[in-house]
């Protein structure tokens, strides 16, 4: 099992997130795009923000990220009660602890002992890149030089253009001829960060184009905000940057381990 982290957690077809596609990179647009999208190779400061979702409906829900070097403190609540989620990816561990009775439950994954925030990863695992991931080339978008990937069996395959260094895919076609896509728009500030903006275009067989937008912080290397066609809203609000205490990557002292359920708890 590898441990995932995402501070505002997204569906699948997000998660794997499709961007406008079409190739309107003028040369000389191009050339004022590349500096402006070059990411920063040191790691990524520490962190804290509060963490927003709202949903369609208008009903919203809030937690609190922690975030220093591999380690992450995601706190919420699920039903009536607060859980804190703390995940270490380099020893392959996350922690569960229920603030209310006191106790925590772990589980265990495949230790990362070399994170490197600012390294490329792939859409998929090793494992998964044998046989329903394959690598097909490489195109040229918004500056940046992606990765073209198939994703699935024969006949049910999502094509999808990488881009590694942000982790995130700048387009995604669906076997019924959907398409959602990004296209880099312009630098902007957002609660003092400069970060990028990106539109979200989504095209469908008889369905008139729906469009959203995401903003990346570039030296955080996190998405600042994200609204997506669905209407969903997530984003990160009175951020902090700066040391945390590394007790908070920890389990308190004297709280009871418990045994872990069938389903763990998730956050948005």
């Known amino acids: 099992m590898r441990l995932r982290r995402n501070p505002t957690a997204r569906p699948a077809i997000a998660r794997v997130s499709a961007r406008r596609w079409r190739r309107r990179a003028l040369a000389g647009l191009a050339a004022v795009m590349l500096p402006a999208l070059a990411l920063a190779q040191s790691a990524p400061p520490a962190y804290s923000a509060d963490a927003v979702y709202r949903a369609p409906d208008g009903s919203q829900s809030t937690g609190r990220v922690i975030k220093s070097g591999p380690d992450m403190r995601l706190e919420f609540i699920q039903g009536d009660r607060p859980v804190v989620q703390i995940i270490r ?55 940046i030089t992606a990765e073209i990937w198939e994703m699935g069996q024969p ?74 066609p669905s209407g969903e809203l997530r984003s990160l609000e009175h951020i902090a940057v700066g040391a945390v205490d590394p007790a908070l990557f920890t389990v308190p002292a004297g709280w009871s381990q418990i045994a872990p359920p069938q389903a763990a708890p998730s956050g948005n």
């Open 89 to 143: 990816r380099a020893v392959g561990v996350m922690y569960v602890l229920d603030p209310a009775s006191q106790s925590y439950y772990e589980m265990r994954g495949t230790p990362e002992p070399d994170v490197n925030e600012t390294a490329y990863a792939p859409p998929c695992d090793q494992a998964a890149q044998a046989g329903a991931c394959s690598f097909i080339g490489t195109e040229t978008t918004s500056g």
């Open 155 to 228: 006949g049910q395959a999502i094509r999808i253009l990488w881009d590694g260094a942000r982790k995130r895919a700048l387009r995604q076609e669906f076997p019924d001829g959907s398409v959602m896509a990004m296209r880099f728009e312009a630098m902007e500030e957002i609660a003092g960060r400069q970060v990028e903006h990106w539109s979200i275009t989504v095209t469908g067989a008889g369905q008139a184009p729906m469009g959203g937008h995401w903003y990346y912080d570039p030296e955080l290397r996190v998405e600042l905000r994200e609204e997506l």
